[in-house]
């Protein structure tokens, strides 16, 4: 769906959620605070639908503090907190924007943008079938109806009194009794409050009762309301998307723990413990949920800096939800039972402008952030005089491999502590050099994909993943143990790969993909301990065409200066990465812009060795649709078979 039909899509729909994507009514941003004032620009349109900015500093031991549309700027809440509404500091959010909001100067501020501090902000806007935030004075009765725009089932309610002290409660929470109503502010398991009604509440409204907590005469107060999507959002290109669920699961103690099925792949999941005095644990992508490494952590009910208790691994995200990995009582004591709350990942539609999933960057030191303008979910890396090159992904954090040797991911090769920290960029580390070479992709429906898995060494193995279409081209590369890079590109079929760290043509191996081509939903693996190894860890990279932004695809050589490869580009191809599938020693050959697609010598590097960059030879000319190809024979033997990809 091209992007005016979303906005018509959006138009008829009003506020509501139909057509919308995650990313426009959910953020998760990081930031560093200054003590001057700073704009926060997240692409939620607070100034015109509404919303909830949630900010927590995380590098020092203060509340969360809560501000939303419809209390004010300036007036805030701590979710850890019994306080009542803060008006008291008039330099926080000074202003909420269209694209997100404005922050003040005050140095002194701690919860918002003192100077030298990081932060994470989390924004909700209001959306039908997602998020509202509604205010009420007390009348002091019982069974009184407060109204919502929710127009679905509700997930949970969060809801405090402002002009006192008094505790946060959350009530009707998905897979719970309605009327238990328990407190957000403290470590306590999950009793029965009594400050919602006897009646369930309905798509358009919610009871409470007449204690303090909810509807004490003359009392102000407000509730954040979040809905439970069970096939029935409206969210995506489409409209028939889910992206927020509650509900529960039995903890078994092991580190092998529950796996829960959401439907989709989780961006900020929070969890508590219904029957144990643990904290609210509050875990998101941004900060970093790892597949096999540390998960970041903050307590919503606890003022602690980030990780205060250490390095801890709570979860691993799947395609389809979440695996707990910890022990701990906080989320997986045996027996008890835990409550939880998912967001999905965005985006949910497929890129139209390649500049905004892709990116390369060329004679940079790596000490600092490299400004992609997007999140950053693969970065590769090489030293143009000459090395290893370096892959890792926001998925699997600090640890990196190399794509031109067979070695097992390793400590040895850490991308920064703060690596993936960045909403617009990412730090690598792996070079402080003139000489480096970046490749950037974010993860985006049709067009790329990141999936961590453990093996079991079964043929017909299945593995679901979130490309949304049929991957054209995969990588996979066991974590655990030295191992080849294994490839497997649409043009060669299901019988047969390519290593991406070698240099051998096309083999034929049943055992690799058990003869079995992806689909849209699920890649299939055989018994191959290469793929499919028992207990070992593995990554695969997925990519496929999206029109006008990527291509996967093949030629065969002629020998003959000018063939033109047309990719569907409007403006020529930024990145060609090919090889050779008929012929043995053949290499993986990079071209991109940056250091040269021109008429003329293009710089080269091989994805598959420690070269050094070459820039004395004709490969490749520019093309309006693609690229065009001369007559040497790396690129153009006649007779033999290429695969390439290429990004506009």
């Known amino acids: 769906m091209s992007n005016i039909a979303r906005m018509m899509q959006r138009a008829t729909a009003g506020a509501g959620g139909a057509g919308l994507d995650v990313d426009e009514v959910f953020s998760t941003f990081l930031y560093d605070g200054t003590g001057s004032a700073q704009t926060i620009t997240n692409d939620i349109d607070l100034s015109g639908e509404g919303g909830l900015v949630w900010t927590k500093v995380r590098s020092n031991g203060f509340s969360h503090a809560l501000i939303d549309t419809e209390r004010g700027v300036n007036n805030f809440l701590k979710i850890n907190a019994t306080n009542a509404q803060d008006t008291g500091h008039t330099d926080t959010i000074t202003s909420f924007n269209s694209n997100g909001y404005s922050l003040g100067s005050d140095s002194s501020e701690w919860f918002w943008n003192r100077s030298g501090e990081e932060y994470v902000s989390w924004t909700f806007r209001k959306a039908r079938k997602f998020f509202d935030v509604v205010t009420w004075t007390g009348d002091g009765t019982s069974g009184r109806s407060i109204s919502h725009n929710l127009g679905s089932t509700v997930g949970a309610i969060f809801m405090k009194r402002t002009d006192t002290s008094d505790n946060w409660y959350v009530g009707c929470w998905n897979g719970m009794p309605h009327s238990n109503g328990w ?71 092991s580190s092998s723990g529950p796996t829960v099925d959401l439907g989709f792949e989780p961006q900020w999941i929070l969890i508590k413990n219904s029957d144990g005095g643990q904290n609210y644990v509050l875990v998101d992508v941004m900060r970093g949920i790892t597949t096999g490494s540390y998960d970041r952590y903050l307590y919503a009910n606890g003022s602690l800096q980030e990780d205060y208790f250490g390095d801890l691994e709570y979860l691993d995200v799947t395609s389809t939800g979440f695996s707990i990995t910890r022990t701990g009582a906080d989320v997986n004591a045996s027996g008890d039972t835990y409550i939880y709350m998912a967001i999905r990942r965005g985006p949910l539609a497929a890129p139209e402008d390649a500049t905004k999933v892709f990116d390369v960057f060329a004679g940079n030191d790596s000490s600092y952030k490299i400004p992609t303008g997007f999140v950053t979910d693969l970065v590769i890396g090489a030293n143009r005089s000459g090395s290893d090159k370096f892959i890792g992904s926001r998925l699997t954090g600090r640890k990196a491999m190399r794509t031109n040797t067979t070695q097992a991911e390793g400590s040895g090769l850490p991308f920064p502590t703060d690596a993936w920290q960045y909403n617009d960029g990412v730090k690598p580390g792996f070079f402080a050099a003139s000489t480096a070479a970046y490749w950037l992709w974010k993860r985006a429906p049709s067009y790329f994909d990141v999936v961590c898995y453990t093996g079991n060494q079964t043929s017909g193995r299945t593995v679901s993943h979130n490309l949304g279409t049929v991957p054209e081209m995969m990588w996979v590369k066991r974590r655990s143990d030295a191992s080849d890079w294994k490839v497997y590109h649409s043009a060669l079929g299901n019988t047969k790969h390519l290593n991406l760290n070698e240099t051998i043509a096309a083999a034929t191996d049943s055992s690799i993909w058990n003869n079995t081509t992806p689909t849209a939903s699920v890649f299939t693996l055989g018994y191959d301990i290469k793929v499919n190894g028992t207990n070992s860890t593995f990554v695969a990279y997925l990519f496929a065409t999206v029109a006008g932004v990527s291509k996967v695809g093949s030629y065969t050589g002629n020998s003959s200066d000018g063939k033109q490869i047309d990719c569907g580009f409007s403006n020529g191809a930024r990145f ?8 043995s020693n053949t290499n993986w050959l990079l071209f991109d812009t940056v250091r040269g697609i021109v008429a003329g010598n293009d710089a080269r590097l091989y994805l598959n060795s420690t070269d050094s960059e070459h820039s004395g030879t004709d490969y490749i000319d520019p093309y309006s649709s693609g690229f065009a190809l001369t007559a040497n024979a790396q690129v153009n033997y006649s007779g033999s078979t290429y695969i390439f990809y290429a990004i506009a």
């Open 576 to 583: 060609v990465l090919l090889k050779n599938t008929t012929v």
């Open 183 to 253: 407190k957000l502010n403290t470590a306590e398991s999950v009793s029965t409050y009594g400050y919602f009604g006897s009646n369930a509440p309905t798509s358009t409204s919610f009871e409470i009762t007449n204690f303090n907590g909810a509807n004490a005469s003359g009392g102000t107060y407000v509730a954040y309301v979040f809905a439970h999507n069970n096939n029935d959002g409206e969210f995506g290109p489409d409209g028939d998307q889910d992206i927020i669920k509650f509900g529960k699961y039995t903890g078994n103690g």
